[in-house]
């Protein structure tokens, strides 16, 4: 089946500008994950999504940042007012609530650059 | 706070050989979840490995293993006969709590190259 997908793969903007990011889950599963990977942070997590509502929104950076989700599948990460400091690899990732471990399925990931 | 630490920036190995990447983990919950994934040069993370902290046995995924020492906190990736594919970034990540979702955090990583 298909796996994690995210829109743009690549997205340039300029300071100050604000900047929307894809995120279509694997079919099926409840637990939606966002995080952000960059050279001097490592991977960082940024909100995690059971069905539409955020229980853990404690790594978003800034409030700057907000994700929202719908019908229990797309969900989208907005950040307002993009600095150069925001320039990193936003990585989505999905995965089941039932079951043992649950593995994160993770998409392939947006480029973000602010100039 | 929970925490994961890679020690090792960079690790070589020959092909066929077999190579551990190291990971140790800062947790006061006894219960946890300790993945593997990895991250070759085109970026996407493939998940590899679990291991539960309660699980009694040690881990094994084909070529894949965890050296779990749950009294040294430490979760070792041991791959056996290496590959030109295993090229690529491992990280180490840990979900605390006894759910079996909920966040991840990650080590810093570990860059293998395989050499033929």
């Known amino acids: 089946g298909a796996g994690v997908s995210q829109s743009p793969s690549n997205k340039v903007t300029e300071k100050g500008k604000d900047v929307e990011l894809r995120c279509d889950p694997i079919?099926?599963?409840?637990?939606l994950y966002w995080y952000r990977q960059s050279l001097g942070q490592g991977l960082e997590f940024l909100i995690y999504?059971?069905?539409?509502?955020?229980?853990?929104k404690s790594g978003l950076p800034s409030d700057r940042f907000s994700a929202e989700r719908t019908g229990g599948s797309v969900s989208t990460l907005t950040i307002q007012r993009t600095q150069q400091e925001d320039s990193a690899v936003y990585l989505c990732?999905?995965?089941?609530?039932?079951?043992?471990?649950?593995?994160?399925?993770f998409g392939p990931g947006t480029r973000l650059t602010v100039l | 706070a929970q925490k994961i630490t890679q020690t090792q920036p960079g690790m070589f190995v020959q092909e066929k050989e077999a190579v551990t990447l190291d990971c140790t983990y800062d947790?006061?919950?006894?219960?946890?979840?300790l993945f593997w994934y990895k991250q070759p040069s085109s970026g996407e993370m493939i998940f590899l490995i679990y291991q539960g902290s309660y699980d009694q046995q040690n881990a094994t995924e084909g070529r894949y293993s965890l050296n779990f020492q749950k009294a040294r906190k430490s979760a070792n990736l041991v791959i056996s006969a290496s590959q030109l594919g295993d090229s690529a970034m491992y990280f180490c990540a840990m979900r605390q709590g006894g759910t079996s979702y909920g966040k991840l955090t990650f080590g810093q990583g570990t860059i293998l190259t395989v050499h033929p």
């Open positions: 999504f059971q069905g539409n509502s955020a229980p853990d």
């Open positions: 990732a999905s995965g089941l609530t039932s079951g043992t471990h649950n593995e994160q399925f």
């Open positions: 079919s099926g599963h409840t637990a």
């Open positions: 947790t006061s919950d006894p219960s946890y979840g």
